[in-house]
């Protein structure tokens, strides 16, 4: 174990961290895979459930996280390493730090192979490939493009690249500067999306199907989902926002802070459910297509539209440069742990990081073809690793780390590193100790029997 000297880097600034926090909870998540369970679920009966999830689940996890990071100022491991032992407990608490690395690195070796496959998208809307296709050819293309290895191999190769070379820069010149850019242009392209999706005719349906709640669809599988998809839309569990955390000073206010990435987190995911619903509406298409709705429906509408091959375009670089602020903050607290722990430079951890989590995307992506026959417990590798991570991992890991904040630690040390008072104190206390554990449980446990 290395003793190098490490010094801990810092935010510059309250802006710039929410700018960096709100690019990770911004991710695939919201740009591919809110709108499309928001189709599924319901409509506004999904959308209700979830905001009222993330209120009061995903907010008490944050601001966990984020506190437990900034007490520790170090990566995930060692930060619940410091802490347990300072409160005298058992140092297996430290397993809240491995698990969340750990997930990181699973869930960045699969999310670089979706990355690659909004950049593939983008070409292939650049090129006017989506001109006047029917349904049968835009399901072919996505299926062509999985069944090509060495194609996706390439995609995922540069996506993981793009990742590695701005997370290797540093804090204040990578992750900073990142999100300086990308968050305010991905905020822009949403916004101009926004406005197309305002001309199609179908606007004011698609902001009923957003909107308007159908309470008879609220059933126990919507609010499970809701659930789930709050928790994890937020980075929650996979030591992100401890990382993030421990690069905070005392003067950022965690509960207002943590307010405002939620907020802009959801403004977000609801912004791009009111620039996809109308276009795919317009075109007769099924809002409830599932994962297909961004790779397959929405490249059909692109298609058979005025305008489509530069809105097209704008989508896939909007949905890349969400993918790609989400995948910098999954390999930030792998990195943060190397660079501390190990002789390794800040250059040198990226890289071994980024490549280790690219060789096992490799055979990720080759469950689409080469491997496809290859399965454990009934499942592909991409879907393993999907499965494991999402519906195990990430639960456990928040719900040891809620429950470590809201039963083990000193009610004044988390009282004073929150900064709350009053009212806002009881009922953060409250849904710490009384319905975010309970509820994380019960996604954990209809996670793994479904």
Not at 72 to 99: E, F
Not at 230 to 237: C, E, K, W
Not at 421 to 450: C, D, E, H, N, T
Request: glycine letters at 12%; hydrophobic letters at 55%.
């Amino acid at each position: 174990m290395s003793n190098k000297r490490h010094s801990h880097a810092q935010w510059s600034s309250r802006l710039i961290f929410i700018l960096a926090a709100v690019g990770s909870a911004v991710g695939l998540g919201n740009i591919w895979k809110f709108p499309y369970m928001t189709g599924e679920s319901g409509g506004g009966a999904f959308v209700l459930v979830y905001l009222v999830c993330i209120a009061l689940i995903g907010l008490p996890i944050l601001m966990s996280e984020w506190l437990l990071g900034r007490i520790g100022q170090k990566n995930p491991i060692s930060t619940m390493d410091q802490i347990a032992g300072r409160l005298k407990r058992s140092r297996g608490w430290m397993a809240i730090g491995v698990a969340g690395i750990a997930g990181a690195w699973l869930i960045l070796s699969f999310y670089s192979v979706i990355g690659g496959w909004a950049l593939s998208y983008i070409r292939y809307a650049a090129s006017g490939t989506f001109s006047g296709m029917n349904s049968d050819q835009v399901s072919t293309l996505f299926n062509d493009l999985l069944a090509s290895p060495g194609v996706l191999l390439a995609w995922h190769s540069l996506f993981m690249v793009l990742v590695i070379a701005v997370v290797a820069a540093g804090v204040t010149s990578g992750l900073e500067r990142a999100a300086k850019f990308l968050m305010p242009a991905l905020a822009g392209l949403l916004l101009i999306m926004v406005g197309y999706a305002a001309t199609t005719g179908s606007f004011g349906e698609g902001l009923a199907w957003l909107f308007q709640p159908d309470f008879s669809r609220i059933t126990g599988e919507v609010v499970l989902a809701a659930m789930g998809h709050a928790f994890f839309t937020l980075s929650l569990g996979m030591g992100v926002m401890m990382a993030y955390g421990s690069y905070l000073g005392d003067d950022v206010h965690l509960g207002r802070t943590a307010v405002t990435v939620a907020v802009l987190d959801t403004v977000i995911a609801l912004a791009a459910g009111m620039a996809i619903f109308p276009v795919v509406l317009a075109n007769g298409l099924d809002p409830a297509a599932g994962p297909g709705l961004i790779f397959q429906s929405l490249p059909l509408a692109f298609g058979n539209m005025a305008g489509g091959l530069f809105f097209s375009v704008l989508f896939f670089v909007l949905l890349v440069f969400a993918a790609w602020t989400s995948a910098m903050s999954l390999l930030e607290p792998i990195v943060e742990w190397l660079e501390e722990k190990t002789p390794l430079s800040r250059l040198q951890a990226a890289l071994a990081a980024g490549i280790s989590a690219w060789l096992l995307g490799i055979a990720a992506l080759l469950s689409f073809n080469a491997w496809s026959g290859v399965t454990i417990f009934g499942r592909d590798i991409f879907n393993t690793l999907d499965y494991l991570t999402a519906n195990i991992m990430l639960p456990l890991t928040g719900l040891a780390t809620i429950i470590f904040v809201g039963w083990v630690m000193g009610r004044d040390e988390v009282r004073a590193q929150l900064n709350l008072s009053g009212g806002s104190w009881k009922l953060w206390r409250f849904a710490a100790r009384y319905i975010a554990p309970p509820a994380v449980a019960i996604v954990f446990i209809f996670g793994v029997l479904g």
